[in-house]
């Protein structure tokens, strides 16, 4: 069964640092391209990173290029973002998603889906 | 980047009924749009790809269209189980967005 577990959410200091982790099982990392998407409390989803399923591409919406990096270890099987300078707009479900695309081609869209963790950022 | 425009942000219908959701792009792309739904405190579920291919195991009152800017969501008889809010994606370019969702209520 394919599944993506995460991790690492909680409540955090406006300008603080958290590193969100998502295990993957079912299937390998390394064959994906991965995502993480965001959901504010209330309100709509929101695409914030995407990493090929060989780490040479990278993509980011713009209200978190430069403070956020998304990462992945392949021996764990794992997928991670790295939030930096949070902001209390960062304050969300942080989902970890998968692209269906075969052979590494990136479809742009996501077949699975985690539970999410929720990132409070809060003073 | 691509704006999505979904409407109605809210919609009651009863079951049996039949609902259609449009979401419209800001620029025109080919078939690259996806549908998702969303029940209350569960992650998204992919629903369709491509505009109107049905994800294996979506049951067949799903259906999508469209092509260009305009593209459809249609339940063709509302079942208990379909109550959530729908979202579209496109899936054509970074940044990829989605729309703003369209929540299916019982009326």
């Known amino acids: 069964e394919v599944q993506l577990v995460e991790s690492g959410g909680g409540l955090v200091q406006p300008g603080g640092s958290l590193r969100l982790s998502c295990a993957a099982s079912?299937?390998?990392?390394?064959?994906?391209?991965m995502s993480w998407v965001r959901q504010a409390p209330g309100k709509g989803l929101e695409w914030v990173a995407s990493m090929s399923q060989d780490g040479n591409e990278k993509y980011f919406v713009d209200s978190v290029r430069g403070r956020f990096t998304i990462s992945r270890d392949n021996a764990k099987n794992s997928l991670y973002l790295q939030m930096n300078s949070l902001r209390v707009e960062d304050t969300a479900v942080y989902y970890c998603?998968?692209?269906?695309?075969?052979?590494?081609?990136?479809?742009?869209?996501?077949?699975?889906w985690g539970q999410g963790t929720l990132v409070t950022v809060s003073s | 980047d691509i704006q999505m425009t979904q409407s109605p942000s809210s919609v009651s219908a009863s079951v049996g009924d039949r609902v259609t959701i449009t979401c419209r792009a800001s620029?025109?792309?080919?078939?690259?749009l996806v549908w998702y739904q969303q029940k209350a405190g569960q992650a998204p579920k992919f629903l369709i790809s491509a505009a109107s291919s049905l994800q294996s195991g979506v049951p067949a009152r799903f259906s999508g269209s469209g092509s260009g800017t305009e593209f459809t969501l249609t339940i063709s008889s509302l079942q208990p189980e379909d109550f959530a809010t729908y979202y579209c994606q496109q899936a054509n370019s970074y940044p990829l967005t989605f729309g703003g969702g369209t929540k299916v209520e019982i009326k």
């Open positions: 079912g299937f390998t990392l390394t064959s994906y391209w």
């Open positions: 998603v998968r692209d269906p695309g075969p052979d590494g081609t990136g479809w742009y869209y996501f077949d699975c």
């Open positions: 620029q025109g792309f080919s078939r690259w």
